[in-house]
């Protein structure tokens, strides 16, 4: 007997089982024996398969006995059942059935054939004549609604499913139905009956070459469109509001919310899981240079593995003897039939492993999400609780408000040499101190970010200490949307005086698995894996203990210790010796949540730095319990999606919450395919929402401290109303510009275009251009010449591309050289002194159009942008225009060509290779032109005192914003105060504070 997944289905071909029997049958054609019998998961116990010598008993297996809908399948193409004689089979089966096949019959004479040339509607040879139907899981009244697809999102589902429409019945997206679902078995192991582990591998390569069906979707099938449901869509947002009215009496505002959010957040989490590629392929070009492994994968035009595949997806290789796991980097297509990808290997991978003997198989790790968001999770919140006042205020209630006070407490954020907050970035640490539910810090590029986070940690902290005795019901949260930005927090956490981190435990959170895929730079000493060694060996050596340990939690850090080889057992003492010598203790792979259990218990931290999806996992282990939180921050809150927000809210509904960012820079990141109201509901824009429409308390940090003042002004036109204020001078934005005049064209404007006239090229669905990879590299050894005892290191360059292509290609380019490559998107949060922005295209699209796109592009460097890309496309594009037109006005153009003959002319004589530079520059630059300079910002500095210590531009106390004047949003016209800054030039204190530049900026 053969037990088969019904995995695709004609509705107008009769013999449809015929071609999946062949296609298992056909495999025996090399001695394979029931090569694809599969496990399946029990839906009562998700994690528990079934046994093997069930499988064996294929009566026991399917029940048929007591199954009403078991079907037989005749040469005739009928079924049998109980209750109709006479039915046909064709329709009656849902993509997903699982189904014992008992009997065969040969339909023709069986010839020899390749398997691997073998089609889908090629001739059939078996046929089934008798099945039966494993018991379905089936569920009733399930809401849904349309995608623009043709699937359907379904309510507390994270999979989308299929629509059984055989009356073409018109389906609308934006509406919500009802229907029966029919949702399959999942299929979680492949195993042979006839074959070892060892062949394993060799066997996957070989199935990967025949046509593979995607896993089945549920079936909805029985359905109608319900009214209520689709008013309390349409309703929405003012679902809380008084004014609202409602025709059906069911729907009321928290129903209405419910449905909303619960259908949005199936939404989002149904097309992120579409994007998951289940296949296991082989890999093929293996080649390793330290943790650094490049491969290639097919990319077959059936089922590409081109937009499933991509950067930062987190891979699994099955070697011969064991698994190692990888994160990509990047993605190349050179040729359509093939991925070439580069991945960074886990750091525990043994530097032996050469990845040249055997067969190797790759395959994607899937994400561990759990379902947060069910039905009834409004009900779960208190009636007074922070999260039931905001998540009400966020769909039409009373908006939270907060009576400002005119006078602002100043704060200093507690470095070895004290540095004193603008009173904008005081506003949002007063505010936050206040206790309110909720507080938006509204923080454009470069306002000291970070650093007003990292002091509203230490107030808060300050404060909660004096009350001992609660402190550990007190603890706060940073959450960030990326590792890299919560290595910034990190960083300038360990900026505060020592005395003060004695008293202040922080960690930051990643699981030992994720962090050792992480490269270098992306580590810190206060990382969980680093800090659990630290604590466990000072446990283990007796200098700290506690009586809330158990055996269990003492067991689990001696394997610890003893796994990582951080401590032997000779020098143990104390309750460790004592452990370690008892009869009951045994030598096993440490389990995560003891180990997890012991570290809160010994280092007690009261704040934890993790990223919103880490946060998951250090949920589910128990540690860090709902009420002991007491504060929640989230970095970079504008690129939040709304079902993620609405989940912490649920998870933690006692915490104040400040969210802090930037509504004019990348929203939240939404896949093709979720749009209208799904979308709005699911990713939304939460931030935005609650700006525009003054939900919540706000606080506006004006200050720029990161770029050149011009950029700083030029931005703030386009962008922010002229509402932003240069926390700087051009002095100490133009070092680069000064001592490189060998390079730069003009020393008063920071934005410089090389205009490429060099069309991009397809590459998959992305772009991709060579002669910009060459720019890249030219401008590269250009800018990291040394010239007059002036120097810039590659480390303070980044390159910059919109296109993922690109990017890849750039970062194979300039891989070893210690710059950094990005899209737009990955860069936000990020600076460098010098930014390259390659625009590829000649034509500018109009995803490079976008406001916030370019906004986070321009506001990357501190001291320089150059542009790479075509002027006429770009002169004849939104936004850009404005920016050519300047960087034209100062004679700021130069033409690629000219780039290039510097280059090929370069002498080792430096004097002489600067002085034809500098003359082909401005021989070759645009001559356009001069018009009207705007005012110089120094020329209005003239009323400000300085402090001739630290070089420190102070606003005399007469020129301060009253308080009432600054805390409108983004709604106030822009301020007469100078363009300059009372808190210390970062990049010019750097001696006298000792603190790195980085620390500062975010």
Not at 504 to 524: A, Q
Not at 780 to 799: A, C, F, K, M
Not at 838 to 855: E, G, H, L, P, V
């Amino acid at each position: 007997s053969l037990l088969l997944n019904f995995s695709h289905f004609h509705s107008n071909s009769s013999p449809c089982f015929d071609r999946i029997i062949k296609y298992y049958l056909n495999l025996r054609s090399w001695n394979v024996k029931n090569v694809l019998t599969e496990f399946y998961a029990d839906p009562g116990e998700p994690e528990v398969c079934k046994k093997k010598e069930e499988l064996s008993d294929l009566q026991r297996l399917l029940r048929a006995d007591t199954h009403e809908g078991a079907l037989r399948f005749a040469e005739e193409s009928l079924t049998v059942t109980k209750s109709n004689e006479i039915t046909s089979i064709v329709g009656k089966l849902f993509l997903g059935d699982i189904i014992g096949v008992t009997g065969l019959a040969r339909l023709t004479e069986f010839k020899e054939f390749d398997v691997f040339q073998a089609k889908i509607d090629g001739q059939c040879i078996w046929m089934a004549t008798n099945i039966q139907v494993y018991p379905r899981k089936i569920l009733q009244d399930v809401p849904f609604s349309m995608l623009s697809n043709g699937t359907a999102v379904v309510k507390d589902h994270t999979e989308v499913m299929n629509v059984v429409n055989s009356e073409s019945l018109p389906l609308e997206p934006g509406k919500l139905y009802t229907g029966t679902a029919f949702v399959p078995e999942k299929i979680f192991r492949h195993f042979t009956i006839d074959h070892s582990r060892s062949q394993k591998n060799a066997i996957t390569a070989k199935c990967s070459k025949i046509h593979q069906y995607p896993i089945a979707l549920g079936s909805i099938f029985n359905f109608e469109e319900s009214p209520r449901l689709t008013e309390a869509f349409n309703i929405g947002v003012k679902a809380f509001s008084s004014y609202q009215r409602v025709i059906h009496v069911e729907n009321t505002p928290n129903e209405i919310m419910e449905t909303c959010v619960l259908m949005g957040y199936a939404a989002a989490n149904s097309i992120n899981n579409g994007r998951f590629d289940c296949r296991a392929l082989p890999m093929e070009n293996i080649s390793r240079k330290g943790l650094i492994l490049k491969f290639s994968i097919e990319n077959p035009p059936e089922n590409p593995t081109e937009g499933k595949w991509l950067v930062n997806c987190r891979i699994k290789i099955d070697c011969p003897l064991t698994n190692v796991m990888a994160i990509i980097e990047t993605i190349v297509i050179t040729d359509p039939r093939k991925l070439w990808i580069t991945a960074r290997l886990s750091s525990n991978v043994p530097n032996n492993n050469k990845f040249d003997r055997g067969i190797h198989i790759v395959s994607q790790q899937e994400s561990q999400e759990n379902q947060v968001l069910r039905t009834g999770f409004f009900h779960k919140t208190g009636l007074n609780e922070n999260g039931r006042r905001i998540l009400e205020a966020l769909y039409g209630g009373r908006p939270i408000t907060h009576n400002y006070p005119t006078r602002t407490r100043s704060y200093d954020f507690r470095s070895e040499v004290p540095i004193a907050l603008n009173q904008y970035q005081c506003d949002y640490v007063d505010m936050m101190m206040e206790n309110i539910p909720i507080v938006v810090g509204c923080s454009p590029f470069g306002c000291g970010k970070s650093m007003t986070i990292v002091t509203t940690a230490v107030e808060i902290h300050k404060n909660t200490a004096e009350e001992n005795l609660l402190r550990k019901y007190n603890k706060q949260l940073m959450l960030t949307q990326s590792n890299y930005a919560s290595v910034n927090l990190v960083e300038i956490s360990k900026k505060i005086r020592p005395e003060i981190l004695s008293d202040l435990k922080f960690v930051r959170y990643i699981s030992e698995k994720n962090w050792k895929e992480l490269s270098d730079d992306c580590k810190t000493e206060y990382d969980l894996p680093k800090l659990m060694e630290k604590v466990f060996k000072s446990w283990a050596l007796g200098e700290k203990t506690s009586e809330l340990l158990s055996f269990p939690h003492m067991e689990n850090m001696i394997n610890f210790l003893l796994d990582g080889e951080f401590l032997f057992p000779e020098y143990f003492t104390g309750a460790a010796f004592c452990t370690f010598k008892f009869p009951r203790f045994q030598k096993r792979y440490p389990s995560v949540r003891f180990l997890l259990e012991a570290f809160f218990i010994l280092y007690e931290p009261d704040l934890v730095i993790t990223t919103i999806d880490s946060l998951q996992a250090l949920l589910k282990s128990e540690v860090l319990l709902p009420h002991s939180v007491q504060t929640i921050q989230i970095d970079e809150a504008s690129q939040v999606p709304e079902y993620t927000f609405i989940s912490l809210l649920t998870l933690f509904p006692n915490a104040s919450y400040g969210l802090i960012g930037d509504i004019q820079q990348l929203p939240p990141y939404c896949e093709t395919g979720l749009d209208g109201k799904l979308k709005d509901y699911g990713i939304g824009n939460t931030m935005e929402r609650a700006v525009i429409s003054n939900m919540f308390p706000q606080a506006m940090l004006r200050e720029v401290y990161r770029c050149h003042p011009r950029v700083t002004h030029l931005l703030s036109d386009l962008f922010y109303e002229r509402r932003l204020i240069p926390g700087v001078t051009e002095d100490q934005r133009n070092e680069f510009l000064r001592k490189r005049q060998d390079f730069w064209p003009v020393s008063q404007f920071p934005v410089m275009i090389v205009n490429n006239k060099e069309k991009g090229m397809r590459m998959g669905t992305s772009c991709q251009n060579n002669s910009e990879k060459e720019l890249v590299k030219t401008l590269l050894n250009r800018l990291t010449e040394e010239h007059n005892g002036y120097q810039l290191q590659p480390s303070d360059i980044g390159v910059i591309s919109f296109y993922a292509a690109q990017t890849s290609i750039l970062t194979e380019a300039l891989r070893g050289k210690k710059v950094k490559c990005g899209t737009v998107d990955a860069f936000q949060g990020s600076e460098r002194e010098i930014i390259i922005l390659c625009c590829t295209n000649a034509k500018i699209s109009q995803f490079m159009q976008m406001s916030n796109r370019i906004n986070v592009a321009m506001s990357r460097a501190k001291q320089a942008t150059i542009i790479i890309g075509n002027v006429d496309g770009l002169r004849d594009a939104k936004y850009w225009s404005d920016i050519v037109r300047e960087a034209e006005r100062e004679k700021c153009v130069i033409q690629a060509e000219s780039l290039r003959d510097i280059q090929s002319r370069s002498q080792p004589n430096r004097t002489t290779s600067q002085r034809q530079s500098a003359s082909e520059y401005h021989n070759n630059r645009s001559q356009v032109p001069r018009g009207r300079k705007k005012p110089d910002i120094l020329k209005q500095i003239s009323a400000l005192t300085v402090s001739e210590s630290l070089d420190v531009v102070q606003i005399p106390s007469s020129q301060r914003i009253p308080r009432n004047e600054r805390n409108r949003g983004y709604h106030n016209n822009r301020t007469k105060v100078p363009k300059v800054s009372n808190q210390a030039n970062i990049s010019d204190e750097m001696n006298v504070l000792n603190i790195s530049a980085s620390f500062f900026f975010d």
